[in-house]
């Protein structure tokens, strides 16, 4: 299950983190958000060892969604030893998550 992250937290958790991390920028209001965290939750269950998942709700985090010029969302970054490695907007399918993962998992 992905996990809640702020302002407070996301340097540590994120831009700290050894290994590969996924951040899914959402907000309750949104739709297509919603219709993505079915997939944000598999990809945290498939890759238990692999990834860590985060959730960041843009409305309550305003700070890291302004750095990373979140303009639209949902949009999923992947980030590798702290620095944006990928990332891709609006309600993809859970297939396409999981090639960006599975490329990022095996060095790409």
């Known amino acids: 299950m992905p996990q809640e992250i702020t302002d407070e937290n996301f340097t540590e958790k994120v831009e700290n983190a050894d290994g590969l991390v996924v951040v899914d920028f959402w907000a309750a209001w949104c739709a297509p958000c919603h219709m993505l965290a079915p997939s944000i939750e ?17 409305d309550n985090n305003r700070q890291t969604a302004a750095k990373y010029r979140i303009m639209s969302i949902p949009t999923v970054m992947w980030f590798k030893n702290g620095k944006v490695a990928d990332s891709i907007l ?7 998550l999981q090639e960006k993962s599975d490329k990022l998992i095996k060095g790409g």
């Open 42 to 58: 598999q990809l945290a269950e498939k890759y238990p060892n692999e990834l860590k998942v985060y959730k960041l709700d843009i």
């Open 90 to 96: 609006g309600a993809v399918p859970y297939e396409i």
